[in-house]
C-alpha cells in the first residue's frame, strides 16, 4: 500500500515536499515514480528513481526544480518541489514497480499507486 501526503495549496515560487508512505517489508525491492494528472491532461510522468536510489531521471518539466528521493530503512519516497508554478497544479500520485531494471516513464509499466496527494499552485 503506497500513500501520499504533503500537497496543499501554495504560491507561486514556493517549495513543497510530497512523501509516500510503502507498507510492507520490500520497499528496498522497488522502483519508484512519481507522476502527476490534471483533468485536462493524462498521467504525466514527473520522475523515477531506482531501488537503491543511486539512479533517477526527470521529466523536462521539472527538471531542475524537483528532487526524487528515498529512505529505504523508514519505507518512505520523497519529492522535493522547489519554485513552484502554476502549472505543477495538479494530483501527485506515487508508483511502484519491481519488474524493470530501472524505474520507468510510461505509467503502464508500474502496477501499484497511491490514491494521490492534490498540489495547487496559485496566489
Not at 40 to 50: Q, Y
Not at 72 to 88: A, E, I, W
Request: aromatic residues 12%; charged residues 20%.
Amino acid at each position: 500500500q503506497l500513500v501520499e501526503s504533503g500537497g496543499r495549496q501554495i504560491q507561486p515560487g514556493g517549495s513543497l515536499r510530497l512523501s509516500c508512505a510503502a507498507s510492507g517489508r520490500d520497499f528496498n525491492r522497488y522502483n519508484m515514480g512519481w507522476f502527476r494528472q490534471t483533468p485536462t491532461k493524462d498521467r504525466e510522468f514527473v520522475a523515477h528513481i531506482s531501488r537503491d536510489g543511486l539512479s533517477n531521471a526527470y521529466s523536462d518539466a521539472v527538471k531542475g526544480r524537483f528532487t526524487i528521493s528515498r529512505d529505504n530503512s523508514k519505507n518512505t519516497l520523497f519529492l522535493q518541489m522547489n519554485n513552484l508554478r502554476p502549472g505543477d497544479t495538479a494530483i501527485y500520485y506515487c508508483a511502484a514497480e519491481r519488474g524493470r531494471f530501472y524505474g520507468s516513464e510510461h505509467a503502464r509499466e508500474y502496477p501499484y499507486w497511491g490514491q494521490g496527494t492534490q498540489v495547487t499552485v496559485s496566489s
